[in-house]
Structure formats: structure tokens, C-alpha cells
């Protein structure tokens, strides 16, 4: 799917209804928004797993963010810094 929107005066866009639709939008719901090779990537927050174009994706598709950090700080491999 491919739609034209303009950026308004205010820096902002407004997503027509049918996108809002597709991506199961509601408000308040967080937005990533990546830039990659000159274009915008908008991606619901939460889905961010679900892209099968990431390369790494199936390598931390089942790890806990905050547990692996824990773990790392607590590595002594860490001591040095």
C-alpha cells in the first residue's frame, strides 16, 4: 500500500483512515519511526519482532531486554570499563 500525505506547518502528518485501519491504530499508540536509505519507516510500537526484514530477528525474537542487561552488568567482563 502506498498513500501521499504532506507534512504540515507543525512538522506533523496525518495518517488517512484506511492506514489507521490496516494497522490496527488507536489513539495514543506509539509510533517507531526509522529512517533507512532516504525513506521513512513507520512501525507500531510492539511490533517491532513481527518484521521479518531485520536480519538479527530470529536471534532476539525470545530474549527479555531487561534480563539480558541485567545480566550483562553484572558480567565481569564489565569491570574494565
Request: glycine share 4%; aromatic share 4%.
Amino acid at each position: 500500500m502506498r498513500v501521499s500525505v504532506r507534512l504540515t506547518s507543525g512538522h506533523k502528518i496525518e495518517l488517512p483512515e484506511n492506514v489507521i485501519k490496516k494497522m490496527d491504530l488507536s489513539v495514543n499508540d506509539e509510533i517507531i519511526i526509522e529512517v533507512e536509505d532516504n525513506k521513512l519507516i513507520l512501525i507500531k510500537k510492539g511490533n517491532l519482532a513481527d518484521r521479518s526484514s531485520e536480519p538479527y530477528n530470529d536471534v532476539w525474537n525470545n530474549t527479555d531486554a531487561e534480563e539480558y542487561l541485567k545480566d550483562e552488568g553484572n558480567s565481569d567482563s564489565n569491570s574494565s570499563y
